[in-house]
């Protein structure tokens, strides 16, 4: 079994900063890629932020330049670091992350329950 497992949601004014983290955990041989992706009722997930094991991160543009997203792979774990926070960003966020459980087998993608992000005017 696999979990993702997110921390640090939370209430914060307008302008603000938080953090939020998610660690996997369970049987995993190499994760490609971590990420986070938000959602708010009556609307589809979109994504936020992904961050590969090689290469650079990718950011919704609506986020660019106030979020940042890292991983320590020591610890499989995935950080967003969001300043600058404003009502619009108040959603549910979703971790998730492709992993590949063993030798010649395919990744396959897992989420984290949602934490809820509530940024106050």
């Known amino acids: 079994q696999v979990q993702l497992v997110e921390s640090g949601g939370g209430l914060v004014q307008a302008g603000g900063s938080l953090r939020v983290s998610c660690a996997a955990s369970g049987i995993i041989f190499r994760i490609n890629a971590m990420g986070w992706y938000r959602q708010v009722p009556g609307k589809q997930r979109e994504l936020v932020a992904v961050m590969a094991t090689s290469g650079g991160p990718n950011y919704a543009d609506s986020v660019k330049g106030r979020f940042t997203i890292s991983r320590e792979n020591a610890k499989n774990t995935v950080y967003l670091q969001m300043n600058s926070l404003q009502p619009e960003d108040t959603a549910v966020y979703f971790c998730?992350?492709?992993?590949?459980?063993?030798?010649?087998?395919?990744?396959?993608?897992?989420w984290g329950q949602g934490t809820q992000v509530t940024v106050s005017s």
């Open positions: 998730y992350a492709d992993i590949v459980r063993n030798w010649g087998l395919k990744a396959s993608t897992y």
